[in-house]
């Protein structure tokens, strides 16, 4: 379809002209012979213009007071103006309202063409962005935490209060698997900071001197192997939110300066000497032994009540079991489309089974079931065959199907059977069954640290000896 193209020109041969020239090179141009007409099409027809192309001076007024009122209400598309004289007071306020370029009258075709088509990428480029934000916006937001059971309705509550208040610092606590990242998600994409950059941190992903850099950014030269400059997460984030996930996964040392930083709203990158002002909003996640933690010493409490100025405790999903009733159906639509399956129908022995589960590993572990299920059914039913709930303490035990060990080796299927966090847990129980269930040997083996082990551990409620 091509693209429209606005020429605001009261010249009426003039106008045709351009009108015929630009259609000539694909364009659908509709002409306006005054700012009245131009008015009408923009603001009740919604014509939506890639490009305008106006005279500045029009019998019924100026067409930069057009722009303004345009730009009031949102209408985007890039504005070129086609002046006779037009003076500098005028071209800076043109610029300053965002227009895109001046063409002196008469203008060539070519010379107009070329101008056209620079505008036109631009209105592309922004077109697509905004589609892109809307698009997140509808998928980020309070609905997109799906359940009708009462604590559902309590947290997407929340979420709508919560994203109308500018806050500084949240702590979202919940088991694994509840959707702290997606609450996270839309309290970004629905808060006053949508506009704004969402930097995810996973504090247990990295080592603490490499994280210090990634967080605050470092000067080059700053330490061996830092080459150029870095912007740190924190940097980045500026003028949107800081979504910390794991938070007490975070060493002490560096909990005090992430602490100063927010105090003071500034940060100073490894081995910088300039101080650089930050405003940014803190989300973090992290399991509910973060209370333990502090009460222990092991999290700096100032820091903890620093963020924790709000919280939100994410339900389990077997406290709310009534929400399998919205959560299947959305998850099984969700994996038809990607798989081209068509299961419809989920017979009464399977829902008893669902309900009847505990979910240890909450809404991610019903996501992967679905997955799977969806992915290997042979026709329009859910397959019972396939939801592998062998007993009472559910997914924290036994392998996975298809994965087989034999000696020092460990065999998982890549046919689409198995999630990456399936596997991941299938490898950490192989590991830690071959190793007595001792943390310390299966950390060494697995060349990681024992407190990210434990982290993992509970993640996926896995059994060790101590
Ligand atoms: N209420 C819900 N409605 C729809 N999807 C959900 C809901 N809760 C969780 N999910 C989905 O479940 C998956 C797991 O959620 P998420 O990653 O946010 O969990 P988490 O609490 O951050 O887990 P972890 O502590 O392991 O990081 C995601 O795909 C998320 O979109
Ligand atoms: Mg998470």
Redesign the pocket.
Known sequence: MPDTLLVIEDERLLGAELCAGLAASGWDAVQAVDLAAAQRLLCERNLEPLVVLADMNLPDGNALDLLEQVRGRGIAGEWIFLTAYGGIPESVRALKLGAFDFLEKPCELERLQMVVAGAARSARAQRRLRDEARLRGDRYSPQ????HSPA?LE?RDLLARLAQVPFSGLV?T????????????ILHHSGPRAAGPLIEVNCAALPRDLMEAELFGHEAGAFTGAKGRRRGLIEQAHGGTLFL??LGELELDLQAKLLKAIEDRRIRRVGGERELEIDLQVIA?T?QRIEQQVADGAFRADLYHRLAVFRLD?PT?RSRKQ?LE??LP??IQEFNARSGHRVETIPAVVWGRLSAYDWP????E??NLVERCVLLADGPVFPERWLHLDDATGAATGQPPGAVTEENRLCLPLDGSLSL?AMERTILSEVLLRNAENVSLTARVLGTTREKLRYRVQ?YGLKVSD
């Open positions: 997109a935490f799906i359940g559902a947290v979202i919940g088991e694994t698997g509840t959707g702290k990242g997606l609450l996270a998600r996930d794991e996640a399991n994410v999903l929400d919205d959560l959305v998850l590993g909450n809404v991610r019903l996501r966090d993640k």
